[in-house]
Each structure stands twice: as structure tokens, then as C-alpha cells.
């Protein structure tokens, strides 16, 4: 399911393109899902896309995308894949899993 709408028409295509792994009986990914909206909306306001799956809804998905915890983050775009787990609490710690830190 889609919890963030996709850009409007006349918009430029969504900067980043997030899919969440959770399972929803745990804390840490209720966590992770404000925390990576919150992230989101403090990196890229509204030019972003987030995907957020059930693995126990999603199983063949979750297979094919190699996913064997919870809650996991996957950096679909830009590419190539990037993928982070944990309850996405350390923003910096993020910026740099997901291989999205400015280089200075």
C-alpha cells in the first residue's frame, strides 16, 4: 500500500523512492515507519515516495527483494539498491546506510 501520494501532474518524478519492510505486531516498525516519513519529509519534502509492505502480506515480494528482517528499508531509486535495518532512529546513521550523505 501507498502511504505518501505520488507527485502531482506537472511535478518532476519523485527524488526518492523508499520501500519499508515491516511486521506489524512489533514497536520498532511502527517506529520506523514515523521515522522514516519524518526523515523523508526533512530530506525531501514532497518529492518522495514511500512504499510500506507487510511481510507477512508481501512474503514473494519480501523473498525476491532479499529481505530477512524487520523492519528493513530498501533505497529502490536512485539506483542501484540500497538497504538499511533497523528502527530508523539515527538520521545520520540513515543518510549514510542508504548511500544518500552529501559528499563535502
Not at 523512492?17 to 516519513?37: D, K
Not at 533505497?75 to 530508523?88: A, E, I, K, Q, S
Amino acid at each position: 500500500m501507498k502511504l505518501h501520494p505520488p507527485p502531482s501532474t506537472g511535478q518532476p518524478p519523485a527524488e526518492l523512492e523508499l520501500r519499508l519492510y515491516v511486521t506489524e505486531a512489533a514497536p520498532s516498525s511502527a517506529r520506523a515507519i514515523v521515522n522514516t516519513r519524518a526523515f523523508c519529509e526533512a530530506l525531501v519534502p514532497g518529492r518522495y515516495q514511500l512504499e510500506i509492505l507487510s511481510i507477512a502480506e508481501h512474503v514473494d515480494q519480501a523473498a525476491r527483494d532479499q529481505v530477512v528482517a524487520a523492519p528493513t528499508l530498501l533505497r529502490m531509486r536512485p539506483l542501484p539498491m540500497r538497504r538499511f535495518v533497523g528502527d530508523m532512529s539515527n538520521p545520520e546513521r540513515l543518510l549514510h546506510g542508504l548511500g544518500l550523505a552529501r559528499k563535502e
